[in-house]
T-cell receptor, first 114, second 106 residues
């Protein structure tokens, strides 16, 4: 059974803190993605990684960075958390190279910045 | 223009109704598309892929119109359990639409 695991379901952090959101997949997938989901805005792509040590900016990378040191792990970093980063964060992974490869999602991390 | 656009709804339909959602995309190089379903407070899960020739899975039919750059999802004989948000995604760059919320009422 495929699995994408995010380290926390709920997280409360203070403004200005450095925040790490972790995502681990056990499917040996090359591609991994970080999204945030806000009401009315859908899933917006923050960063993605096509393979280990590779990263690409998505549509809303400002205020975020990522790390992919190992194939199975993709970390999202909020350098200095702000209240407008309060959101649901979703990680996804998929195999590359095939036309119709399904992406699998983690259960999400609901982050509140106070 | 957003890469993927969907009518956000909400769509409120009675049980047994037929309902259709459209999703337009801007990247003409896109080759593969999916529909995902997301229940409240859950992660998105794959509903079905969208093949060039169209495809059907039970009560669900997905179509692709390359000329007009849109995909569609048709749900026949709606069930209460179909209530969810339906998201389309363009696989080439993993951009999602904002989602269409469907509520099926008794």
């Amino acid at each position: 059974d495929v699995k994408v695991t995010q380290s926390s379901r709920y997280l409360v952090k203070r403004t200005g803190e450095k925040v790490f959101l972790e995502c681990v997949q056990d499917m040996d997938h090359e591609n991994m993605f970080w999204y945030r989901q806000d009401p009315g805005l859908g899933l917006r792509l923050i960063y993605f990684s096509y393979d280990v040590k590779m990263k690409e900016k998505g549509d809303i990378p400002e205020g975020y960075s990522v790390s992919r040191e190992k194939k199975e792990r993709f970390s999202l970093i909020l350098e200095s958390a702000s209240t407008n980063q309060t959101s649901m964060y979703l990680c996804a992974s998929r195999r590359t190279g095939l036309l119709y490869t399904e992406a699998f999602f983690g259960q999400g991390t609901r982050l509140t910045v106070v | 223009r957003k890469e993927v656009e969907q009518d956000p709804g909400p769509f409120n339909v009675p049980e047994g109704a037929t309902v259709a959602f459209n999703c337009t995309y801007s990247n003409s190089a896109s080759q593969s598309f999916f529909w995902y379903r997301q229940d409240c407070r859950k992660e998105p899960k794959l509903l079905m892929s969208v093949y060039s020739s169209g495809n059907e899975d039970g009560r669900f039919t997905a179509q692709l119109n390359r000329a007009s750059q849109y995909i569609s999802l048709l749900i026949r004989d709606s069930k209460l359990s179909d209530s969810a948000t339906y998201l389309c995604v363009v696989n080439i760059n993993m951009r999602f639409g904002a989602g269409t919320r469907l509520t099926v009422k008794p």
